[in-house]
């Protein structure tokens, strides 16, 4: 942690944490305190009136059926997010790994989705699956499918899943590659000369080699999945139809802003903390064990 | 390769190439979106090929503007966007650089505090405080302006990890050879410290330079002057403007124009961009 030569104590040091220091406080550690305490009180939306009524507004979350679904649904969509886009980047990896020539290329082409923005990559999906103009959904139109996700909830929800992977792939392939590409080409050739195919090598020196990579791709996602994808809700569905697409972040976002609840989404911030602090010691502790890996 | 296999590598190649178009065709409808005039964009089916006004669009979106008064031009939409950007990235560089410099080489009183306090903002993405943090930005009358935009975004728990660990794999040597010589702290820094982190700096650019462009919820809620609005969320004001018939063809321009700087940095700098990524993240 520290250099076993250093410099001598003087104030130098405080000088240089400091600007790190103060931003820190301001706008992370007391905001954040402040969420804590207003989760604590009832204020009406001027604040002209504020009581102090301790975890009613958790108690109030809690016995909220309209919570309960937004964290279902919250969960269904970021493990669908997380499955299609592992699943997706994981083939595209093998089979990039697999290729001698041309490998650097494919990476090329397949890793710049990761620089557009959510909301970028909601406007382009919007725009494909218009109702009325919408390339993919006039193709749905003539195999008889009616497609409309303005109206119909499963069908928005399915829009942001897939503008959802598909900023999504291009992080994943990048990283199992990276996983593959360190595995020793020794082993792959071993499994050959015992006569193991390419399926067989995938599954049985590849895939189980990988597995740290996947452990961390799968916090990843989830952590990507709940707080990046803010910006597809909010460009492409808003939470609706009926709600049908509304996610945690969109609703803290929404009640606090829109709705002016400042007690109830200092709540639900707070438990979206509590969640952020959980997958980041999960995440730590795969690191420890990483290392003994 | 280890055997020769023509159908499985035939088979590969037909995948990635699959997963390529799959990748590509977005980004190929926006293309063709953005070079058609807006009649073209209100007749279903729309076109799969590109059209011949795709620089009159681009005119368009710049000098006229887009919007529903066409005043914001997306040129200042784009300006805006860089400038936050670059202010997220040098601002996040250079206050991780000296934190994890004071960490790592000075013993002080409360050194372990200061590392737990910067760790702690791991924890707290914007998402998950914009009420309260809003709040002290709004107190401290930084809305509508450049620094509201990005100060609060600059503290940087991971690049302050990686440059911890960047400076913890050079070796003692260097100072004591540099002490010998009669450098002081921060010339030691200066002269040593950053020419040996130069490929990790620009890295961490790189990937700070897509996170910065890329903002929305933040400046969605600092940003109500129409004269700060970045690129990234004058295309939701796009949309919102014209609820009823959108001007595709104007939003998908701004859409090219929107994710160009971001792809270029990527594509052209792939290497330091890679590297970057795999170092932040573990």
């Known amino acids: 942690m520290l250099k076993r030569t250093h410099f001598k104590p003087s104030a130098l040091p405080y000088l240089l944490v400091a600007p790190q220091i103060i931003i820190t406080v301001v706008f992370f550690i007391w905001p954040a305190s402040q969420a804590v305490y207003q989760s604590l009180l009832l204020e009406d939306p001027f604040g002209l009136r504020t009581e102090f009524i301790w975890f009613e507004n958790y108690v109030e979350l809690f016995t909220d059926s309209i919570y309960f679904s937004t964290f279902l649904r919250t969960i269904v969509f970021s493990s669908l997010v997380a499955f299609l886009s592992l699943f997706i980047a994981l083939i595209l990896a093998a089979m990039a790994d697999h290729v001698v020539r041309g490998t650097t290329v494919y990476r090329t082409l397949l890793i710049w989705p990761y620089a557009v923005a959510p909301v970028v990559a909601g406007t382009i999906w919007m725009f494909i699956f218009d109702p009325t103009l919408g390339i993919v959904s006039y193709l749905l139109h003539f195999v008889g499918y009616d497609w409309n996700h303005r109206l119909n909830g499963g069908q928005a929800m399915a829009l942001i899943v897939l503008a959802a992977t598909w900023k999504q792939i291009s992080y994943n392939f990048l990283f199992f590659l990276a996983g593959m590409q360190s595995i020793p080409k020794s082993l792959i050739e071993a499994a050959a000369i015992d006569g193991a195919g390419p399926a067989r090598r995938f599954w049985t020196i590849i895939f189980p080699l990988i597995s740290p990579t996947t452990f961390f791709l799968m916090v990843m996602n989830i952590v990507y999945a709940f707080f990046e994808t803010f910006g597809i809700v909010h460009a492409v569905t808003k939470g609706g139809p009926a709600k049908s697409t509304e996610i945690l972040v969109y609703k803290v976002f929404n009640d606090g802003f829109i709705g002016l609840d400042l007690g109830g989404s200092a709540a639900q911030s707070v438990i979206l903390m509590i969640l952020v602090i959980a997958l980041t010691i999960i995440q730590f502790k795969y690191i420890e064990r990483k290392v003994e890996y | ?282």
């Open chain 2, 1 to 282: 390769m280890i055997e020769k296999r023509p159908m499985v590598s035939w088979f590969s190649h037909a995948v990635l190439l699959l997963g390529i178009a799959m990748v590509a065709f977005p980004i190929w409808i926006t293309f063709v979106g953005a070079s058609h005039d807006a009649i073209r964009m209100t007749q279903a089916p729309l076109p799969l090929l590109p059209g011949d006004q795709f620089f009159v669009n681009l005119k368009a979106v710049f000098v006229q503007g887009v919007g529903n008064a066409k005043e914001q031009s997306v040129g200042l939409m784009m300006f805006n966007s860089l400038v936050m950007a670059m202010m997220i990235a040098v601002g996040k560089i250079t206050i991780s650089l000296l934190s994890a410099y004071a960490i790592v080489y000075f013993r002080f009183p409360f050194r372990m505090l200061f590392f737990w306090m910067i760790f702690i903002t791991l924890m707290l993405p914007v998402e998950v405080r914009i009420l309260p943090t809003f709040e002290v930005v709004a107190n401290l009358g930084m809305l509508n302006n450049y620094w509201g935009l990005t100060v609060p975004l600059i503290a940087s728990a991971t690049a302050t990890f990686m440059f911890r660990q960047v400076f913890l794999t050079v070796p003692d040597e260097l100072l004591e050879a540099a002490r010998i010589d009669g450098a002081g702290p921060m010339r030691f820094f200066w002269d040593i410290l950053l020419p040996i982190s130069r490929t990790n700096i620009a890295a961490l650019f790189v990937i700070l330079f897509i996170y910065g462009w890329n903002q929305y919820l933040w400046p969605l809620l600092i940003t109500t002057d129409k004269s700060m609005y970045t690129i990234v969320m004058g295309i939701k004001q796009m949309l919102e403007a014209a609820e009823e018939a959108p001007e595709w063809h104007l939003i998908m321009m701004t859409t090219l124009l929107a994710m160009i700087p971001p792809v270029m940095v990527v594509v052209g700098m792939q290497k330091l961009f890679i590297k970057g990524l795999t170092e932040t993240e573990k």
